[in-house]
């Protein structure tokens, strides 16, 4: 998954926080993995405040990135079908259908990339876990 997203080009941001996190062989592990990846014009969304201090705290860094990913190979056409996913970070997304696919409010804009050990879900903002 990692390699499929750094090869399209759109998600530098993505990879990059990805490997502050340490994230990066867990996402080129075996899987299958569902990421709803943000690219970086959607980071361009989040305020650059927010961000650093992501960076500074990567247990907060950890469960956002996580928050992307479903666990198993989910398509489009099985999204479709949910109104929540169970992430890896331990919380759920919600799935609305209604108006094309989005997830927590984020629009799918390209769907179904499919990578030797999951897939990527292309989105057009960042999500955020609710604080516990």
């Not at 405040?49 to 479903?70: M, S």
């Not at 989910?74 to 079908?81: C, E, L, N, R, T």
Request: net charge negative.
């Amino acid at each position: 998954i990692v390699d499929t997203a750094v090869a399209a080009g759109s998600f530098n941001t993505l990879a990059q926080l990805l490997t502050e996190a340490g994230l990066v062989e867990t996402l080129k592990g075996e899987g299958p993995f569902t990421v709803f990846a943000p690219t970086d014009e959607a980071f361009a969304k989040v305020p650059k405040a927010d961000l650093e201090a992501l960076l500074q705290d990567k247990a907060k860094l950890t469960a956002v990135l996580t928050y992307h990913v479903v666990p198993g190979r989910v398509m489009s056409g099985d999204i479709a079908k949910l109104k929540t996913a169970a992430t890896v970070q331990g919380g759920s997304i919600e799935v609305d259908t209604a108006d094309g696919v989005r997830v927590n409010g984020a629009r799918v804009v390209r769907a179904d990339i499919e990578a030797s050990n999951g897939v990527i879900h292309v989105i057009d903002a960042v999500i955020l876990p609710k604080c516990k």
